[in-house]
């Protein structure tokens, strides 16, 4: 093969694999909430909530609503790990706090990664993650 179309073959399928894979590596969720209270409600209910569920409580009768673990707390930003209770996958989890609207309302971006490099399709298990902590403390409007 001329070095030219071999260059080009590589290219090409570098590229091609490239754009047929774009996108997540992992499992993953990201969720945007809008609360009318201000962000340290928000944080010390989620922080709350975290300790809360951090044993096997929670896991009676099949449940995800335990194993979290807090790794970090501010006012504007929350990290914390899940562990699922039966295959033991640990998600990494993430909540960025931003007030608005003259700091009486809090914007909350949140993300839950699965650390499994194989864990592709999680079954809602990232979305779980998130909205079980919201659900468990803050009513969201």
Known sequence: MHPVHWFLAVFLAVGASELCCAGPLHAQCKVEWYFGIPCQSVYETLVSQI??????????MGGQRCLYKLQSASVHFISAKHIT????YVDDINFRLVSYHFFTCCHVSAMSISEAWHAIKDHGTNYC????????????N
Do not use: H
Not at 51 to 60: P, Q
Not at 85 to 88: A, I, M, N, S, Y
Not at 129 to 140: Q, R, W
């Open 85 to 88: 209770p039966f295959k033991r």
């Open 51 to 60: 300790k809360k569920w951090r044993t096997m409580a929670g896991c009676s």
């Open 129 to 140: 993650n998130l909205y079980n902590l919201m659900e468990g403390k803050i009513t969201v």
